[in-house]
């Protein structure tokens, strides 16, 4: 049978192993992702297939640069 102490010691060693990744995000390197962003609209999908994602494809003349707070409006919803 398994004693108050034990039970105890126990409880605290689960506690450690639930939560002892807790402090693993604070050591991560933060991306802020304040500024401008160029964004483009693409009501037909064309996006994925000509690999805008990639920086010598993205239609940099076609965006408009949006500064961080436009991109949410007033409801904390994005564009």
Not at 38 to 47: E, H, L, R, S
Request: no cysteine; hydrophobic share 40%; aromatic share 10%.
């Amino acid at each position: 049978m398994i004693d108050a102490k034990d039970r105890l010691f126990l409880l605290l060693i689960a506690a450690t192993l639930s939560f002892g990744g807790i402090g693993i995000a604070e050591a991560r390197e933060l991306q802020p992702l304040d500024g401008t962003w160029q964004i483009v609209f693409d009501p037909n999908n064309k996006g994925r297939q000509k690999q805008w994602f990639r920086p010598r494809e993205f239609p940099a003349g076609a965006s408009k640069g949006y500064h961080g707070a436009q991109l949410l409006g007033a409801d904390g919803e994005g564009l």
